[in-house]
């Protein structure tokens, strides 16, 4: 019905619902170059499409299917009315800042894995993996040790993932706009847990430590939850802004605070 | 060396080092009705050995060999002081509280597994696994709903425990004597991350809920850190006060405030 | 309406709304050992009827005014539904720990100042006053030393108190059948703001330090935000549980955690 | 022994132990335009120095003749090293932005009150005064309502503040070069006690409510802990991004992490 609409209109639009759907359309819709894309879903698949997209500087336009998101930008029974405004240029772009981590795995992995790297809107987080308690993580901003960590992980937060996971492990909240990272740890072993958030230009470097009873990390890195790549003692992940950024159309229906202290009174869900 | 003091004194002692090595003592040594048993290790030692031998009562001296812990009593050059003293009655008695939890397999599962129990002198903890991001756990304190719990997962912690994985999820410090147990999440989605501390009369059921990715639940139950089942959707645990407890031999060489602000300003390591 | 209801019946019962109001009563109609105190207002109002009732050993029965409450047990429209239960004594009685502090003034302040002694049933907090930016407090249980605090103070709360400034401070829930008090510190200058949680039976004794910048410290101790006291260097207070304790009369309308829960979703409001 | 030494170098510094020393020097001394500002003390006195000297634009060297500080560069010991590096010009400048707070008080307080201006290095500070338990505030960002706050107050902190009274009240570390400002709750009435960073050209403003007793707000704004003013309810703090900035003199000598280490592991004494 939208894909109707908007051809009636002369408009190059690219409909992405869910991620299967989408992959198909890749190779040939995108080589027309539309001006947008129209993401029928939850921030997870706008994320999703954010990481699909990311080189090809395409806009994304979030409606939302379910519950109230921070990044989808309109509901559902609104998509008529926000597409006329498109039409017509009525409408404001926000830039959104991703970040990339590159692996680089010690001598003793580099004949299993290829160093690889891996592109996130909301978050990259390292945790330990199956049965071991705990992680032991060397934390470096721009080659300076930041602390010898020992828990359950770490997060390394865009300002739109802050209001994800960081969240849940005790993370502030940081608006968009703002040209940082933050790190959060996960349930550490310390008393201090506290974020830390650093300019964006920084570099945060994550090595990965021995564990103590099998004295061979098991960890892993996960890129917007859906990435995931087994690392191991001594492999070292660097996180950088990335080239890439998102772009969202902003059509100005409601107002981050107005998510934030709905999200509040709903307890998160 | 300590086995050859304590023969010639002529009492009946039970040496553990680690757990592997008194697992082959259990039939024949534990027939003799030792009066004590002296655990050379750190903390995760003691707490092996505290279940291992939890239906024996048989007080347990935690003897310190590496970091200052919260259950060993003293430190390795006193352990022949220490014994003079256990000689001659010069030692106080304290009692741990212990939880357990039954595990009831949903219809579902009733054929692959069988309902169990576990016992813990620290926590029990009931996690995500894998893949899945977040776990739906339903929480109740003696049948009364306290929250649909969607995160990580949730700690049920006794005082003993309260100083480790509890924590580290933020939950507070209690003090060895208080009969309660504390109900702790782990990067909660919801915003209100607080613990409940509940009479340790009560009792505590989780439901695993069904995960929204994968409609079949991931989560695990661990006991003590050690013991681990899997659980799906529908799954539950009970956790009640165990009538086992576990005996620690005191001889009041540090305060456990004292231990509590070391461990402070040590960061926990 | 309510009394004349309640005279009908023939009992006697003690009407409160507001502190002013039946300060005036105490001298005749506690002379007639009224069955239970009814108290019309907010949670607040309670706490201040328990105080002034403390000595009397009559139960109370909260009824809500305004917003949901935690002590409170019913909505106004109820009240006649439950005066005809506790006519017929189908309610049960739930009894809630109250603490007391022992004021001791040090030598230089004895001559303007006398011990002494004030109660409560929610908290006592000890905080710096005015201008000083941080107070220095000795936090010792048992004569044990916790802490040397330094901050903006601390609260040491029954279970009752909680869920009011506790909760604020980031302190646990506890559960009011729990017997134990809970020490919370109030902004912390140190990294690690632990809430401790302590059996009922202990002691805990907080001294005044010296302010850094005036040499005197300028604290205040203040028993269920109403009754305050001004306190200096080495001033000493002693929280031990009360002979006393407040008894609630509970309908089972509505159970504690469907009080959170609501509580929770409405931002604590 | 310093001013000696660098009177002989033929170079014009500003010398300040405490802020009454060199309150006298302001007129005469700025008056040639010393080079830079060397400060003996803790970071208080630094940052009591850098409101004194803002609009002057005048580089401060801090003097650790204490503890460890995150603002005095160099230790006693380490001066006339310190200066030679100076003289020969080796050493970065750090730029430290300040923020500042306008108070715009209501029609019923303008009588008494004249708007004002304050500035902060650090932080600016709206809390309760006195004996009122809570305070409400209307928090905005660009005119934007964030959250209708109850509690004991706001701190509104520049990344320079971060580790002071924020951190205290759980906010998050910010590193300095980050272009944000962090709003951190204290002692939320809520339940979602969490910092929000926002850009530093973002518009932050506090409106005092009413309180609910005495119907009269009684509240307080501090500036950098320091300058304090009284406020009522309606009265509006608006926060900006000041046009000044405070310069640091930087001989890398500590690292800002390292020195977060070292704060962390003695519990920020």
Chains 1, 2, 3, 4 share one sequence.
Do not use: W
Request: proline share 3%; aromatic share 6%.
């Amino acid at each position: 019905k939208i894909a109707g609409y908007i051809r009636k209109a002369g408009k190059q639009v690219l409909l992405s619902r869910v991620s299967a759907y989408h992959k198909d359309l890749n190779e040939t819709m995108l080589a027309d170059k539309p001006d947008c894309a129209i993401v029928l879903g939850g921030d997870g698949t706008i994320i999703q499409t954010a990481n699909d997209l990311m080189t090809y500087d395409i806009p994304i336009l979030g409606v939302n299917l379910g519950t109230l998101g921070f990044l989808a930008e309109i509901e559902e029974n609104h998509v008529m009315d926000a597409l006329d405004r498109l039409f017509i240029d009525d409408y404001r772009m926000e830039s959104r800042l991703m970040i990339q981590g590159n692996i680089h795995y010690s001598q003793q992995h580099t004949g299993r894995y290829e160093n690889t790297t891996g592109y996130s809107l909301n978050d990259i987080v390292i945790t330990r993996k199956g049965f071991s308690r705990i992680i032991s993580l060397g934390i470096y901003v721009n080659e300076e040790l930041v602390d010898n960590f020992q828990g359950d992980g770490v997060i390394i937060s865009t300002p739109t993932g802050s209001t994800a996971y960081n969240l849940s492990a005790g993370g502030p909240i940081i608006i968009p706009r703002s040209s940082v990272m933050v790190i959060t740890p996960i349930c550490p072993h310390s008393l201090s847990p506290r974020s830390i958030v650093v300019p964006a230009e920084d570099t945060v470097k994550v090595v990965v430590g021995k564990s103590k009873k099998t004295q061979e990390a098991e960890a892993t890195v996960t890129f917007d939850g859906n990435q995931v790549y087994e690392l191991g003692t001594d492999d070292i992940i660097t996180i950088n802004k990335s080239q890439y950024d998102t772009k969202l159309i902003k059509l100005n229906q409601t107002g981050i605070y107005e998510i934030l202290r709905s999200k509040l009174s709903n307890n998160g869900d």
